[in-house]
């Protein structure tokens, strides 16, 4: 029996799921128009043929609630990722002899919590974009269950997890400059993609909650259930209800509802700026003005003096000055209060691409010792600067002293303070006091 999207889908609505027989996948898509979750709205609508895509030509697969529950384990708790607006996400393993075509890998299975914040319509729009659109920074939809009132969807394993719990959790190592812009460069060819496909997509629920990492830190978008079809022909935005999270959307979108592609570019900024500065989007436990950190941040983004001030104090100083002042600049403009000046992801995407290839400017931490007397003092003078180096993209790049190096060097013989009579019981004490202040800047 041939089944269609257009007959999953429409009979999903009413609760029931057909459950086909394996079929071996066809290799080569079928390209016709994408179908949307407009067509879908009301069940009693008529899709033509040409919009009725085989699961086959799909590439998904319709995978059994007992299938899922194999493969996770029966959702054991030792196998738990998370869990989200959409429900609890589970771990499992593939195995290559479950399906015919289908290659033996890890995956994430995501189940409906039927109490939780979205629904079965969230559940819908995520088949429906993911289940069409592929890219390299789109997370790959394999499958999914609709059994009776289960929804599940599986998807790739990204072993990286969320930019959230990679940037924001504790006691874990920071992550890197580069690393960083490298994640907001691929996150942005995500929206890049969605923006200008044939039929635009507007992601709008960009965050950094829903950018997984692989484990080379490639950034994927995930979770679509808030995803819109863009506007068509003279049409300017979407009016929609409101939804996402407070501190990513858009000022304009909160208040009217009129939703475009530069909501999400105003999204992008807000991520862009948690990046440089390590802070959440929102977080009550800060002071009240600083709590929402694009009001709070977006003055001090043009501002080189004050940028240092706000940079993640957890890179301690590694980062590239002037890639650091070009993410800043871009922020600011992402986050303009009129859409019209906010730039196109296009754009955002030419001015972050080399930025990812500045390295870090290693900055050694400053370390000032108070002086006893004159004779401290001038062995203090005598401690190593850092030596400027070669410039790179621009900027000065300082050498980083190795902690065995000797920060006090004798620019004298030993023997000769004996014979100038500066082997004193005082001038003693002051060495001893040198070799200790010596040792706590080693250590």
């Not at 030792?78 to 771990?91: A, C, D, Q, R, Y």
């Not at 004159?374 to 980083?400: I, T, Y």
Request: proline content about 6%.
């Amino acid at each position: 029996m041939k089944i269609t999207l257009k007959s999953i889908l429409l009979s999903c609505y009413k609760g029931e799921c057909p459950s086909p027989k394996p079929k071996k996948k066809v290799a080569k898509q079928i390209s016709l128009k994408r179908i949307s979750i407009s067509d879908l709205s009301h069940p009693s609508s008529t899709l033509t043929e040409d919009l009725s895509i085989s699961l086959a030509g799909s590439n998904l697969h319709v995978f059994t609630l007992a299938e899922l529950k194999v493969i996770t384990q029966s959702f054991s708790s030792t196998n738990f990722l998370g869990e989200g607006g959409f429900g609890p996400v589970h771990k499992g393993f593939i195995d290559d002899k479950l399906r015919p075509g289908l290659k033996a890998q890890p995956v994430a299975v995501k189940l409906l919590d039927l109490d939780g914040t979205q629904g079965h319509r969230e559940w819908l729009t995520e088949v429906i974009f993911l289940g069409q659109l592929r890219h390299a920074h789109l997370v790959k939809l394999i499958g999914y269950c609709c059994e009776e009132e289960h929804r599940l969807l599986v998807y790739e394993y990204m072993p990286r997890g969320s930019l959230e719990n990679q940037l924001f959790r504790r006691y874990c190592v920071s992550l890197p400059w580069s690393t960083r812009m490298k994640i907001a460069f691929g996150a942005a060819k995500g929206l890049l993609f969605l923006h200008e496909t044939d039929k635009p997509v507007i992601y709008r629920d960009f965050k950094a909650s829903n950018i997984l990492l692989d484990s080379d830190y490639t950034a994927k978008l995930s979770d679509f259930g808030l995803a819109k079809d863009g506007p068509e022909g003279s049409d300017t935005h979407v009016s929609t209800r409101v939804m996402g999270t407070h501190g990513y959307a858009a000022p304009e979108y909160i208040m009217t509802g009129h939703l475009t592609a530069k909501s999400d570019v105003y999204s992008f900024g807000v991520v862009l700026l948690e990046l440089l500065t390590g802070r959440r989007s929102m977080d009550k436990s800060r002071p009240k003005r600083e709590q929402n950190l694009a009001e709070w941040a977006r003055p001090m983004l043009n501002d080189s003096r004050r940028l240092g001030r706000i940079m993640d104090p957890r890179l301690e100083g590694q980062y590239s000055e002037m890639g650091a002042r070009k993410a800043a600049a871009l922020a600011y403009l992402c986050l303009s209060h009129r859409p019209n000046q906010r730039p196109t992801m296009s754009t955002v995407v030419k001015t972050l691409e080399p930025l990812k290839d500045f390295k870090e400017i290693p900055i050694g931490a400053f370390v000032y010792t108070v002086p006893s007397d004159d004779s401290s003092m001038k062995e203090l003078k005598d401690c190593e600067a850092p030596k400027e180096v070669k410039k790179e993209n621009g900027h000065h790049r300082h050498q980083l002293r190795s902690p065995k190096t000797p920060r006090f060097q004798s620019k004298t013989d030993p023997r000769q303070h004996s014979a100038s009579g500066l082997n004193s019981p005082e001038e003693r004490e002051h060495r001893m006091n040198a070799k200790h202040i010596n040792h706590n800047l080693r250590t």
